[in-house]
């Protein structure tokens, strides 16, 4: 198969299941042609090419990276090769890119050059905690990450409780794994008691996978441990 | 493979594009132990189990409705075989269940009985065409439907633009797809001229597919025609 010369925002991995489990057949057929990678980690890319084809060519392959680190006045070059009608693959640490991570930013570039940008199926943990939560999926948001500090924190989930209430859109969010266990305790605190809320951890993780949708006042007796487990956050009305 | 006993979350196709394509083989493995399917329209469900595999034994399996028509007091005995220790999957009519169409019903009653729910991987237009947009994919909202009258569609989208340009989501939407054209030039015609529209149609259908962004004021002179395509609606701030 020929890849077209296009951007291709390529999903990887959410766990350590086997890729090809959770990762359609297609996306390796077109990734078999890409030999230039935009890459949130280029370990944990060059990981994840060789899980899901031992024998891919990743010696053949450039990876530049997308991160905190790098000089955003850079990331345009990384598109030289679809310029000249190469195509470039975009991987993110985990997931769909340009979701929740830097990878927005080179589609962005793209589109703004009338350069192709194709889109590949795969693994996210917003739609599929979403999917299981048995919230609202008619209508609902993405916040990102909560506050670090705890009053802040507070004050942003009755901001996002009280939007949920208003309008009925299911309102997701994410926090740093370690302190998934800590951000529990104080939704179960901070929530009005029959506010629903929904803990969806190690998601596509059989050892680990826990999908759990109970009212906020029920959460202070469930006995959990989600430290340093990916986890998303749901909140719905009841 | 013995398929655990649990409401399974099913992502099926959103284009004619082969299936496998789009579908983790892994999703197959679990299909091929469900004989309870409760989907939102039989015969696409029967015809993507057959794309799927041809040999899939679909005369042993029954098939439960759940759509518009639907008696919403008789989902929940669609779960009985669940109830019993068997397996049983959700299907929509395209993409991920549960996520834009009536699927998260039988995840809620699921959760409110602490049947255990499993999401598996697959296409979704909504986050697909939020990847390619090139937009925030650290915050956005999926909005549903547009209203169907003109003038109150063209309030929505003001507001939609408003939100946007106030907190930096991406809005997303969706709108009947016959409707699909008279909407982008009501979009190029209402919205702010430096506002970027992305219109996102035919999402993995390697002949149609067209994901383009461009400012509002560019749109009327575009030459597009997305008349009967399934397509996704995203607009950004500048």
């Given at each position: 198969m020929i890849t077209e010369a296009a951007l291709y925002m390529i999903p990887v991995a959410i766990s350590d299941a086997p890729p090809c489990d959770f990762i359609p057949r297609g996306n390796m057929e077109v990734v078999g042609g890409i030999r230039h990678y935009i890459v949130e980690n280029v370990r944990t890319a060059r990981r994840f090419l060789r899980r899901c084809d031992p024998a891919f060519p990743i010696d053949e392959c450039t990876f530049s990276e997308l991160n905190s680190h790098t000089d955003l006045n850079e990331v345009s070059s990384y598109l030289n090769p679809l310029?000249?009608?190469?195509?470039?693959?975009?991987?993110?640490?985990?997931?769909?890119?340009?979701?929740?991570?830097?990878?927005?930013?080179?589609?962005?570039?793209?589109?703004?050059?009338?350069?192709?940008?194709?889109?590949?199926?795969?693994?996210?943990?917003?739609?599929?905690?979403?999917?299981?939560?048995?919230?609202?999926?008619?209508?609902?948001?993405?916040?990102?990450?909560?506050?670090?500090?705890?009053?802040?924190?507070?004050?942003?989930?009755?901001e996002l409780e009280n939007i949920a209430a208003r309008t009925g859109m299911t309102q997701i969010f994410i926090e740093t794994p370690y302190r998934n266990n800590r951000t529990v305790a104080l939704l179960a605190a901070t929530l009005r008691p029959d506010t629903l809320l929904c803990v969806a951890s190690g998601i596509s993780d059989p050892a680990r996978e826990s999908i759990l949708t109970l009212p906020a006042a029920k959460w202070g007796g469930v006995r959990y441990d989600y430290a340093k487990i990916p986890t998303i956050f749901l909140i719905s009305r009841p």
């Open positions: 310029r000249q009608g190469i195509p470039v693959g975009m991987m993110s640490e985990a997931g769909c890119p340009g979701v929740a991570d830097p990878g927005a930013l080179v589609a962005s570039i793209a589109q703004r050059e009338g350069l192709k940008v194709i889109p590949l199926a795969g693994p996210s943990s917003i739609l599929m905690g979403l999917m299981a939560s048995g919230f609202n999926g008619q209508g609902f948001s993405f916040n990102g990450y909560l506050p670090v500090d705890d009053a802040a924190k507070a004050k942003r989930v009755r």
